[in-house]
């Protein structure tokens, strides 16, 4: 049931462009390629009605800091205001671009997400790019429809989002 979602469910090296196989050590790699178990989409939805009770929590605490801020500095810091329509992807460029590679419903369900090619760890940036573009697929019916499309009729289960951004969400073993 579990493929190398690189080489297919034969062993040994990844196929990747490194030669035998495996990038040189002290490259910044996360180790050895991750293993995608098939299905995971459903887990991936789960995970994410349980980020939107956590992205409302998140958006509320940063109100809270951002009134007070606003009150301590007569008004001033009542600017940040402007982030809040993005706390969404500020909770998935810190979690997701932290060491532990996952949203909080991510790690509930035994999720994390990790760079395709290499396996190795996604930075913050990635990550955000990652949940915006998440999002502007989620704004539209058709490139929603698209991208979970594309996610069902793949073996790796990655979606269209996944794909641009060379990300993989894999089970954490």
């Known amino acids: 049931m579990a493929n190398s979602w690189q080489t297919g469910p034969q062993a040994g090296s990844y196929g990747g462009p490194y030669p035998g196989g495996y990038p040189p050590a002290g490259a910044g790699w996360g180790g050895p390629p991750v293993m995608v178990a098939h299905g995971s989409l459903s887990r991936r939805f789960m995970a994410y009605l349980l980020d939107i009770v956590f992205i409302f929590g998140f958006s509320c605490l940063l109100w809270l800091a951002i009134s007070f801020l606003g009150v301590i500095t007569f008004g001033v810091a009542w600017v940040l205001y402007a ?20 949203t909080l419903g991510m790690r509930m369900l035994g999720l994390r997400a990790v760079r395709a090619t290499t396996g190795g760890p996604v930075d913050w940036i990635t990550a955000a790019v990652h949940a915006l573009l998440f999002y502007v697929a989620l704004s539209t019916f058709l490139l929603w429809l698209l991208d979970i499309g594309i996610g069902v009729l793949r073996a790796d289960r990655r979606m269209g989002h ?3 951004i060379d990300l993989a969400v894999v089970r954490d073993v």
Do not use: E, F, K, M
């Open 83 to 102: 982030i809040l329509p993005a706390s969404g992807i500020l909770y998935s460029a810190i979690t997701v671009g932290g060491p532990r590679q996952s």
């Open 162 to 164: 996944d794909l641009v």
